[in-house]
């Protein structure tokens, strides 16, 4: 009977591969080389086609008898395109060519049609969620975690803005390696706390606005409630527990 159950756990977990592999492989078959819709709202379906013509990114996309050559990414080969719909209470749809570029550092080029023209809307990185109501949220890795940026559809200009902000929220826990102090202010050399090893920590906030990522600064509350800054070379390989990966 032990023996029965184990081979039905084990023919569970094999199903459960399977489909997870079916909906991966169906994710890497979502872009498109030509299609045919509505995408300015005249209630006739536009022929849309994608031809690569480098390995660097360079295309040309072509809606009806209009093309445009452009290029997006630097060294990978577009992989095609998708349709979507950034804001449902507009008749348009938009065109979203695609480069999958190094280490999944996907780019977009997003293009809207208005019967006579293909117009770029705006250009954006990683990993986006088109909402539907005119609104892109867009995730980027950051090492060990996830930042999100905000484009809003502007309904005057039909570009992108992009909506800054001046902190990312983080929300990741780690444990203290090695002590490092954390200060009252971002660029100030007036300690809150040295942080101890073997205690909790809480990593609240990041300022991205440095280019440089090493020099980013880190809102930290610490495991006796105190709260302080620090850049992030000076605390990176004192802590564990980071979800570290490229």
């Known amino acids: ?56 990114g360079d295309f040309v996309l072509k809606i009806n008898e209009i093309s445009i050559k452009d290029k997006v990414g630097e060294e990978e080969e577009v992989d095609g395109f998708i349709v979507v719909d950034i804001d449902t209470t507009d008749k348009y749809k938009e065109v979203a060519v695609h480069n999958p570029g190094p280490s999944s550092d ?68 780690a444990k203290v390696k090695e002590s490092f102090p954390i200060y009252r202010k971002r660029e100030s050399s007036e300690i809150v706390a040295n942080l101890k090893p073997d205690s909790k920590i809480l990593i609240i906030l990041c300022d991205a606005s440095p280019k440089d990522c090493e020099s980013h600064y880190y809102l930290i509350k610490s495991e006796t409630g105190l709260i302080g800054w620090a850049k992030l070379k000076s605390f990176q390989y004192k802590l564990e527990g980071l979800p570290w990966a490229d």
């Open 1 to 56: 009977m032990r023996i029965f159950n184990l081979i039905k756990f084990f023919m569970f977990i094999f199903f459960l591969s399977l489909l997870y592999s079916l909906e991966n492989f169906s994710c890497t078959e979502k872009f498109l080389k030509e299609t045919k819709v509505d995408i300015n709202g005249d209630g006739k379906l536009d022929e849309i086609s994608i031809s690569v013509i480098s390995e660097s």
């Open 106 to 173: 996907d780019e977009y080029v997003i293009y809207y049609y208005d019967g006579k023209r293909i117009i770029e809307m705006g250009r954006i990185r990683r990993w986006p969620k088109f909402l539907g109501n005119g609104i892109i949220l867009v995730d980027d890795w950051m090492g060990f975690w996830s930042k999100r940026d905000k484009y809003v559809l502007n309904n005057k200009t039909r570009k992108l803005d992009f909506i800054p902000q001046e902190f990312y929220y983080v929300g990741v826990e």
